[in-house]
């Protein structure tokens, strides 16, 4: 028989079990700094040396960080249905936990890139990103991260991704954030869809979406044992 086709779009709630910090806490604050100050082009240019530490910070405490049992449940999924992960977040913890197939459509916290030419991308040797790291062609590294207002160049591929999908499950996404909140759309009729999030997003259409309001590895438990009863 076909295996059928699971995609799994996350956000930063799947990882908060694993003590990574979600984006918008009750203070609008990111580890402590307004988000266009570390996470946008303008940031950027008023203070290089800022945006760099941060993340290099981000990199230390994903380095800590380890897979909590809602990844591995992820993983775990692909004995018996092919699973494509298309996530928000920037650490490497779905890989650690053994999904094969990822996007990660804000880019990735351990490879640097050009400031010259995006398509010079590195996996990085050290965990720190420092000013005067240069690419091949002499100019600045920067976080090989989407920035607000910055293009999405792998949504393309999510949108096609998601359009094969016979389940569709968004687990700990405030889905606040566009294009990626979009994909939720882009699901054929057929397809089931589910949510998993302690806090279902507000001000979203969320028809036709079983909303399951828990943790991502409880509500993933849970949702396992529906898909195997289904
Ligand atoms: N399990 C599952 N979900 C959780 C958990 C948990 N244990 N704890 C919190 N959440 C949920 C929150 O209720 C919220 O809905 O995770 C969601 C996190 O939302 P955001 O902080 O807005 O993160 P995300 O949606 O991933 O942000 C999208 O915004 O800052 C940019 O580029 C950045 O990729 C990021 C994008």
């Known amino acids: 028989m076909k295996r059928k086709k699971i995609t799994v779009l996350t956000g930063a709630g799947i990882s908060a079990e694993s003590g990574i910090a979600t984006f918008r806490g009750s203070d609008g604050l990111w580890e402590g700094h307004d988000i266009m100050e570390v996470a946008s082009p303008q940031g950027w240019q008023k203070d290089r040396e800022l945006v760099l530490h941060f993340y290099n910070e981000r990199r230390k405490a994903a380095r800590k960080a380890e897979p909590n049992q809602g990844h591995l449940i992820l993983a775990e999924l692909e004995k018996d249905y092919d699973v494509t992960i298309i996530t928000q977040n920037v650490d490497n913890l779905h890989e650690r936990a053994g999904s094969s197939n990822i996007i990660h459509l804000h880019g990735q916290l351990f490879q640097s890139r050009s400031t ?106 849970l949702l396992r044992k529906i898909l195997t009863k289904s």
């Open 116 to 221: 010259l030419d995006e398509s010079l991308v590195y996996d990085m040797e050290s965990d720190v990103i420092n000013i005067g790291d240069k690419c091949e062609k002499g100019s600045q590294l920067r976080p090989h991260i989407v920035w607000f207002g910055e293009d999405v160049p792998l949504m393309e591929k999510a949108a096609e991704i998601t359009e094969q999908s016979d389940i569709f499950i968004v687990v700990g996404t405030s889905l606040q954030v566009y294009p990626a909140a979009n994909l939720i759309h882009f699901t054929p009729s057929r397809c089931k869809s589910y949510l998993i999030d302690p806090k279902i997003p507000e001000n979203v259409d969320l028809r036709n979406i079983e909303l399951i309001e828990k943790g991502g590895s409880e509500g993933l438990e």
